[in-house]
C-alpha cells in the first residue's frame, strides 16, 4: 500500500533530522577527546586519530588556577537545588493558600502574582544588582538563589493544580480535628507530588543553566556557575583550545542531561499545562 | 449572648485569616524583596545620574529618558540600533521557530506510535543544554577553518563560509543555533495543539476524498491557530531576550551588526557603569516587550471561550 511507504518514507525523513540534531552533542563528545592539534587541524573524523583523556585530566585534575571546575559544577548544583527546594516549598504554600484558603485579599494577591509572569527579567536584573551591591551580598550564594524564588510561575502551576483537587479528603481530616497545616502537609502535599516534580524539574534546570544573572551577579572564579565559567574559559584561557572547551561542555551538560532524561515527561506536562518558557 | 457569639466567631474567622495568610507570606517576601521592590528601584535609578563609581547620585527626571529619544545623543543611536538588532534577530528568528516547530509536531504524530517518544526526545534533547554551552558548541561547529561545517562543504569542492565573521552568515547562524537549541519546546506545544483535533473530522474528510494537503489547511490550521498564535508570541518574547548567543558567537560582529539591545544595555551599565541610562533602556525594553504580552492576552482570551463552547 502507497500508506506504508508513506509511513517509511516519513520514518527515513525524521532519522535524517535526528541525525542533525545530534551531530552537534556528537562532535563535541568526539572533540573532546582529541588533542588541540588535531581538533584545529579540522577534517571529519569522527573517531580521534590519537584518542586522548588529556582535555578531561587537565579540565579536572590541573591545579591551574582559573580551572576551579569542581567548584563550579558544586555551585551550580547546590544553587540549583537550594532555590528549587525554596521555590517548591513557598509556591505550594502560596499557591494551595490562594486556592482554598481564606487569605484575606487573595482576590487582589492572586491577579497581582500572576501578571508579574509578562514582567522580563531585563527590567529587574539592574536594580537586583545594585540591591545585592548595596547590602554587600554580590558574589554570595544568596545572591545565585534568591531571585528566582519570585517567579511566579509556579505559583500559577500549583494553584491550577489545587484548584480541582477533591475537597472531600480536606473535610474528612477537617473532621478529624487536623488543622491547615497538617492537612497540607499529610494529605495535600503526598497528593500533589507529580505536578511538585514538574514544578522542581523546570526550576532547576532554569536555574543551572541560567546564563545573565549569574553572569552579572559573581566576579571571582570560585564564585561561578558552571554555565558562565565555562564562557569566561572559552573568552580566557582556553580560548580556541576546542578539546579542552569541549571536555568542559561535555562535562558541563551531563548531569543536566540525566535530569532531562529522568525528568522528560514532568517537563512535557508542565509545557502543555502552562505554555511558559 | 448572640453578640458573644458573634464576637467568637469574629475571633475565629480573624485567627484563622491569619494562620491562611501564613502560607501565603514566605513567597510574598520573596516576591516583594526580589520583584516588586526591583520594579520600583529601577524607576527610580533610571530617574538618576547614575554612575556606579561616583557617590553622588543626582535626580535628574526623565532626562535618561529623553536622551533616549534625542536622536544627536549616544544613547539614543545605542538603544535604537540595539533595538533594531533585536528586531532583525526577532524576524528571522520568530517564523522558522513557529513552521519548523509545527513541521517537526506534524512529522512525529504521523509516525508510528512506538517511534513517536524516541524522536521526541532526540528533537527536544538540546532544550535541556545551556546557552553557554550551545555557544561554544556552534562557535566550534561554524569555525571557518577547523569547524565541522566548513570541513564538510569543502569536501565536497564548495569554499569555506566565514559563518560567524560576515553578514548574513552571522544572521544565519545565530537562528540555526537557536533553532536547533529551542525547537523542541514549541514543538511539544504544537504536538498538544495537534492531540486535541478530533479524529472524526478527519476520518469524514477522508471519506469526502480531502488530500492532506487539504485536510491541514481547512481542518488542522483552523483548530490550532490560538495555539499558533500562542507560539508566535512567546518566540517573540524569547527571541527579544536574546543575549547569550551573539554575545558568546559572534561577539556582537562583524562589526557591531548583531550587537542586540541586551548587551547594549549590560555594556551600558557594567562598561560605562552608568547605571541611570541602562535602567531607563531596560524599562523601554520590558514596556516593549510587555506590550506584546497583552496583545498575547487579548489574542489567547477567545481561544477560552471557544474551549468553553465545545463544552470542554
Known amino acids: 500500500m502507497g500508506n506504508k511507504r508513506n509511513k517509511i518514507l516519513l520514518v527515513i525523513l525524521a532519522s535524517l533530522i535526528a541525525v542533525l540534531f545530534l551531530i552537534p552533542l556528537l562532535w563535541m563528545i568526539s572533540t573532546s577527546f582529541k588533542n588541540d592539534y588535531e581538533a584545529i587541524a579540522g577534517g571529519l573524523n569522527w573517531f580521534p586519530k590519537n584518542f586522548t583523556w588529556d582535555n578531561y585530566t587537565y579540565t579536572l585534575l590541573s591545579q591551574a588556577i582559573d580551572v576551579p571546575i569542581f567548584k563550579w559544577m558544586f555551585n551550580s548544583i547546590f544553587v540549583g537545588i537550594a532555590g528549587t527546594l525554596i ?6 504554600m502560596a499557591a494551595y493558600g490562594l486556592a482554598r484558603l481564606d487569605v484575606p485579599f487573595k482576590k487582589v494577591l492572586f491577579p497581582l502574582f500572576i501578571s508579574t509572569l509578562m514582567i522580563p527579567f531585563v527590567i529587574t536584573f539592574l536594580p537586583l544588582y545594585m540591591q545585592f551591591s548595596n547590602l554587600g551580598l554580590l558574589n554570595t550564594y544568596a545572591a ?10 509556579g505559583v500559577f502551576l500549583l494553584y491550577q493544580f489545587f484548584r480541582g483537587f ?3 479528603l480536606e473535610e474528612a481530616a477537617r473532621l ?34 541560567d546564563f545573565l544573572w549569574p553572569l552579572v551577579a559573581t566576579n571571582t572564579p570560585e564564585m561561578r556557575t558552571i554555565t558562565t565559567g565555562i564562557a569566561i574559559m572559552q573568552q580566557g584561557s582556553f580560548v580556541s583550545s576546542y578539546g579542552k572547551l569541549m571536555a568542559l561542555t561535555t562535562i558541563a551538560t551531563i548531569p543536566i542531561l540525566i535530569i532531562f532524561l529522568i525528568g522528560q515527561k514532568q517537563l512535557i506536562k508542565g509545557i502543555t499545562q502552562t505554555g511558559i518558557k | 449572648m448572640s453578640a458573644e457569639i458573634e464576637n467568637n466567631k469574629k475571633k475565629r474567622n480573624w485567627k484563622s485569616n491569619f494562620t491562611s495568610f501564613l502560607f501565603v507570606l514566605p513567597y510574598l517576601v520573596m516576591f516583594v524583596s526580589f520583584l516588586f521592590i526591583p520594579l520600583i528601584y529601577g524607576v527610580y535609578i533610571s530617574f538618576r545620574d547614575y554612575n556606579l563609581l561616583a557617590t553622588d547620585h543626582p535626580f535628574v527626571g526623565l532626562s535618561n529618558y529623553a536622551k533616549i529619544f534625542n536622536p544627536d545623543s549616544v544613547l539614543s543611536s545605542i538603544f535604537f540600533e540595539g533595538l533594531w538588532k533585536t528586531l532583525q534577530f526577532v524576524i528571522y528568528s520568530v517564523p522558522l521557530l513557529v513552521v519548523v ?23 527536544f534533547l538540546p532544550y535541556a543544554v545551556s546557552v553557554s554551552v550551545i555557544s561554544i558548541l556552534f562557535l566550534w561547529i561554524l569555525d571557518t577553518n577547523s569547524g565541522l561545517l566548513n570541513n564538510f562543504l569543502m569536501n565536497l ?13 552571522a544572521w544565519i547562524s545565530l537562528v540555526a543555533a537557536t533553532i536547533w537549541w529551542t525547537i523542541g519546546f514549541n514543538m511539544i506545544i504544537f504536538i498538544n495543539s495537534l492531540n486535541e483535533v478530533p479524529e472524526e473530522i478527519y476520518e469524514a474528510a477522508s471519506i469526502d476524498g480531502s ?44 562589526g557591531d551588526s548583531t550587537e542586540v539591545l541586551l548587551m547594549g544595555i549590560v555594556k551600558q551599565a557594567f562598561e560605562q557603569r552608568e547605571l541611570g541610562s541602562a535602567s531607563a533602556m531596560a524599562i523601554l525594553m520590558a514596556l516593549i516587550m510587555i506590550s506584546i504580552s497583552v496583545i498575547q492576552f487579548k489574542i489567547s482570551n477567545p481561544k477560552k471561550e471557544r474551549r468553553g463552547g465545545n463544552g470542554k
Open chain 2, 211 to 254: 488530500s492532506a494537503w487539504q485536510k491541514f489547511i481547512h481542518i488542522t490550521l483552523p483548530t490550532i491557530r490560538p495555539i499558533m498564535l500562542f507560539v508566535i508570541i512567546i518566540s517573540t518574547i524569547a527571541s527579544f531576550n536574546v543575549y547569550g548567543q551573539p554575545y558568546l558567537m559572534t561577539r556582537g560582529g562583524p
Open chain 1, 87 to 92: 521555590i517548591v516549598a513557598i509556591d505550594a
Open chain 1, 166 to 168: 477533591p475537597k472531600e
Open chain 2, 101 to 123: 516547530g509545527l513541521g517537526l509536531a506534524l512529522l512525529l504524530s504521523n509516525l508510528p506510535k512506538k517511534l513517536r517518544g524516541i524522536f521526541r526526545t532526540v528533537y
Open chain 1, 144 to 153: 545565585l538563589i534568591f531571585p528566582y524564588t519570585a517567579n511566579a510561575f
Open chain 1, 176 to 209: 478529624d480535628g487536623a488543622n491547615k497545616w497538617d492537612i497540607f502537609i499529610r494529605i495535600v502535599i503526598p497528593s500533589a507530588r507529580p505536578v511538585l516534580w514538574t514544578l522542581a524539574i523546570f526550576s532547576f534546570m532554569q536555574i543551572y543553566n
Open chain 2, 157 to 169: 569542492g564548495f569554499d569555506p563560509v566565514p559563518w560567524l565573521t560576515r553578514q548574513p552568515f
